[in-house]
């Protein structure tokens, strides 16, 4: 999962970015509004957190610039407790929900993933599709009950295809997604985190549970 960060406060940034990452989400991050624009209208996130009170550009003014250019993705607002009317105006702008600051950042998280599984439509934290069962509140992965021991990248990789079970998703797609902007992408690296997930999530190669399109990308072939 990709996100933006878009926050001007320096410390509360870093937590956000820290506590993100160790979620697994690749990470990028804004000072100002202009620099979340831009951000937000070059690569393809999963989510975006934006602090309302940003310089340059207001929060609402870049939540409303981004829908403008048919940027979808479902956006929390950051608003201070004190300027509770930027919450409505936030909503009303094209935001998606609303945390109020100081806040705790277990309620952050997870009113991320709430919103992940809505816009990809689903309503349970759990995936089950065949025999594999993601749990997206803890990160874990069973194949027929066993616990599957994925690293992080493994894990994106998976959980970025179950999501959209039966779509071709491309690699520049997965690979942008699974990346944080600033790391060193490469597709071979792709390849290998699939090769190595479809050895742990299916050993004898009974299941097939991805499916390469040559030319075209990744698939996950399970049906639900
Ligand atoms: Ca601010």
Redesign the pocket.
Known sequence: MRILVV???KNLREQLVTALQKKGYSVDAAADGQEGLYYGNEFPYDVAII????PKLNGIDLIRALRGEQRNFPILVLT?RAQWQDKVAGLEAGADDYVVKPFVMEEVLARLNALIRRSAGHARPVLEIGPIVLDTASQSVTVNGAAIELTTYEYKVLEYLMLRPGEVVSKTVLTEHIYAQDFDRDSNTLEVFVGRLRRKLDPDNVLKPIETLRGRGYRFALEA
Do not use: Y
């Open positions: 926050e001007d406060e602090d309302l009170g940003l201070a």
